[in-house]
Protein backbone atom coordinates (compact mmCIF):
# COMPACT_ATOMS: atom_id res chain seq x y z
CA UNK A 1 0.00 0.00 0.00
CA UNK A 2 0.77 3.44 -0.88
CA UNK A 3 1.24 6.38 2.43
CA UNK A 4 0.63 10.01 1.42
CA UNK A 5 1.50 13.05 4.03
CA UNK A 6 -1.71 13.54 6.41
CA UNK A 7 -2.73 17.11 4.69
CA UNK A 8 -2.80 18.80 8.47
CA UNK A 9 0.17 16.95 10.64
CA UNK A 10 2.46 15.68 7.58
CA UNK A 11 2.47 12.41 8.70
CA UNK A 12 2.68 9.57 6.54
CA UNK A 13 -0.20 7.42 6.40
CA UNK A 14 -1.81 5.26 4.16
CA UNK A 15 -3.18 6.57 0.78
CA UNK A 16 -6.96 4.54 1.69
CA UNK A 17 -7.32 5.98 5.07
CA UNK A 18 -10.41 8.22 6.14
CA UNK A 19 -9.29 9.76 9.30
CA UNK A 20 -5.21 10.15 10.00
CA UNK A 21 -4.61 8.14 13.01
CA UNK A 22 -2.36 11.03 14.81
CA UNK A 23 -4.11 14.07 14.47
CA UNK A 24 -7.82 12.81 14.47
CA UNK A 25 -8.48 15.00 10.95
CA UNK A 26 -10.46 13.54 7.96
CA UNK A 27 -8.84 13.11 4.41
CA UNK A 28 -10.17 14.54 1.77
CA UNK A 29 -10.41 11.21 -0.87
CA UNK A 30 -11.41 12.29 -4.13
CA UNK A 31 -12.14 8.81 -5.23
CA UNK A 32 -14.47 8.24 -2.87
CA UNK A 33 -17.91 9.97 -1.26
CA UNK A 34 -17.76 8.92 2.95
CA UNK A 35 -19.43 10.11 5.70
CA UNK A 36 -17.72 10.12 9.35
CA UNK A 37 -19.44 6.93 9.92
CA UNK A 38 -17.46 4.96 7.54
CA UNK A 39 -20.11 4.88 4.50
CA UNK A 40 -22.25 6.43 2.51
CA UNK A 41 -22.54 9.21 -0.56
CA UNK A 42 -23.86 12.47 1.35
CA UNK A 43 -20.38 13.65 2.89
CA UNK A 44 -17.56 14.04 0.16
CA UNK A 45 -15.08 14.98 2.54
CA UNK A 46 -13.70 17.40 4.97
CA UNK A 47 -13.12 17.51 8.52
CA UNK A 48 -16.47 17.93 11.05
CA UNK A 49 -14.23 21.11 12.33
CA UNK A 50 -14.42 22.24 8.63
CA UNK A 51 -18.28 21.58 8.44
CA UNK A 52 -18.93 23.75 11.38
CA UNK A 53 -20.06 21.13 13.95
CA UNK A 54 -20.12 22.90 17.08
CA UNK A 55 -18.39 19.80 19.40
CA UNK A 56 -15.75 19.37 16.87
CA UNK A 57 -12.27 19.32 17.68
CA UNK A 58 -9.92 22.40 16.19
CA UNK A 59 -6.55 21.59 14.78
CA UNK A 60 -5.47 22.55 18.33
CA UNK A 61 -7.80 20.09 20.01
CA UNK A 62 -10.37 22.46 21.51
CA UNK A 63 -13.95 22.14 21.26
CA UNK A 64 -15.82 25.52 20.41
CA UNK A 65 -19.07 23.49 21.84
CA UNK A 66 -17.16 22.92 25.13
CA UNK A 67 -15.59 26.35 25.41
CA UNK A 68 -19.09 27.94 25.29
CA UNK A 69 -20.58 25.07 27.49
CA UNK A 70 -17.71 25.98 29.99
CA UNK A 71 -18.18 29.87 29.96
CA UNK A 72 -22.01 29.37 30.00
CA UNK A 73 -22.32 26.89 33.21
CA UNK A 74 -18.32 28.10 34.77
CA UNK A 75 -18.03 31.33 33.61
CA UNK A 76 -18.04 32.71 36.78
CA UNK A 77 -14.34 30.78 37.55
CA UNK A 78 -13.05 31.59 33.88
CA UNK A 79 -13.26 27.78 32.88
CA UNK A 80 -13.51 28.34 29.28
CA UNK A 81 -10.49 29.99 29.22
CA UNK A 82 -8.16 27.23 31.19
CA UNK A 83 -9.91 24.71 28.90
CA UNK A 84 -8.59 26.90 26.13
CA UNK A 85 -5.24 27.11 27.48
CA UNK A 86 -5.71 31.22 28.05
CA UNK A 87 -4.65 31.00 31.76
CA UNK A 88 -3.72 34.81 32.42
CA UNK A 89 -7.14 35.32 31.23
CA UNK A 90 -8.86 32.78 33.73
CA UNK A 91 -6.65 33.92 36.33
CA UNK A 92 -7.84 37.35 35.63
CA UNK A 93 -12.08 35.60 36.01
CA UNK A 94 -11.06 34.36 39.10
CA UNK A 95 -9.67 37.80 40.78
CA UNK A 96 -12.46 39.92 39.51
CA UNK A 97 -15.03 36.44 40.74
CA UNK A 98 -13.43 37.42 44.15
CA UNK A 99 -13.48 41.25 44.37
CA UNK A 100 -16.83 41.54 43.19
CA UNK A 101 -18.62 38.24 44.35
CA UNK A 102 -19.44 36.76 41.13
CA UNK A 103 -21.91 39.17 39.94
CA UNK A 104 -19.83 40.62 37.14
CA UNK A 105 -18.24 37.75 35.65
CA UNK A 106 -21.22 35.30 35.56
CA UNK A 107 -23.33 37.90 33.37
CA UNK A 108 -19.84 37.95 30.78
CA UNK A 109 -19.85 34.37 30.65
CA UNK A 110 -23.37 33.30 29.73
CA UNK A 111 -22.74 36.76 26.82
CA UNK A 112 -19.58 35.09 26.17
CA UNK A 113 -21.71 31.41 26.13
CA UNK A 114 -23.96 32.91 23.17
CA UNK A 115 -20.96 34.76 21.21
CA UNK A 116 -19.63 31.39 21.20
CA UNK A 117 -22.30 29.29 19.96
CA UNK A 118 -23.40 31.89 17.43
CA UNK A 119 -20.13 32.64 15.10
CA UNK A 120 -18.43 29.45 12.79
CA UNK A 121 -16.00 27.35 14.03
CA UNK A 122 -13.49 29.14 11.59
CA UNK A 123 -14.37 32.60 13.45
CA UNK A 124 -14.13 30.85 16.82
CA UNK A 125 -10.46 29.88 16.11
CA UNK A 126 -9.19 33.00 15.12
CA UNK A 127 -10.96 35.19 18.13
CA UNK A 128 -10.13 32.72 20.74
CA UNK A 129 -7.59 29.72 19.83
CA UNK A 130 -5.08 32.03 17.22
CA UNK A 131 -4.97 35.09 19.02
CA UNK A 132 -1.79 36.28 21.63
CA UNK A 133 -4.48 38.47 23.23
CA UNK A 134 -4.85 37.56 27.05
CA UNK A 135 -7.65 38.21 27.44
CA UNK A 136 -9.90 37.36 24.29
CA UNK A 137 -13.43 38.16 24.31
Do not use: H
Amino acid sequence: MSQIPCPRCGEMIDSQAVKCPYCRSFIRNNNANFNQYGGGSGYSGGSPFEMNELFADSPEGISRGLAALFAFLFGTFGAQYFYMGKTTAGLICLLITVCTCGSIPSILGVIQAIIMLTMTNEAWRQRYCLTSSVFPF
